[in-house]
């Protein structure tokens, strides 16, 4: 089995930072793509950026704004959140695709850390 543990959620005031970190443990034959969702009240849940081989991916809400980054070796995805907006207030959730040997390829979520950005 594999988990994915979400760290450093919080409260923020608009034009603040935080950065996210999620660590994937278990099973793990290798991970594919490895990247940040969020939900927000009444909303869906929306990719917010991926890490894609190693191409990256970002939401037009966050470009600019928000950077993702990855260490393989550690089978870890950080999110570093700047010039936060009300807007971005969401449980953010880290998912990954995970080779878990044998052919068998998964995907799995994180219980999701809240953010919330006040104005």
């Known amino acids: 089995q594999v988990q994915l543990v979400e760290s450093g959620g919080g409260l923020v005031q608009a034009g603040g930072s935080l950065r996210l970190s999620c660590a994937a443990s278990?099973?793990?034959?290798?991970?594919?793509?490895m990247g940040w969702y969020r939900q927000a009240p009444g909303k869906q849940r929306e990719l917010v950026a991926v890490?894609?081989?190693?191409?990256?991916k970002y939401a037009d809400s966050v470009k600019g704004r928000f950077t993702i980054s990855r260490d393989n070796a550690k089978n870890t995805v950080h999110l570093q959140m700047s010039s936060l907006k009300p807007e971005d207030t969401a449980v953010y959730y880290c998912?990954?695709?995970?080779?878990?040997?044998?052919?068998?390829?998964?995907?799995?979520w994180g219980q999701g850390t809240q953010v919330t950005v006040s104005s």
């Open positions: 998912n990954a695709d995970v080779d878990v040997g044998w052919g068998t390829k998964n995907n799995y």
């Open positions: 278990g099973k793990i034959f290798n991970i594919n793509d």
């Open positions: 890490y894609s081989g190693s191409s990256m």
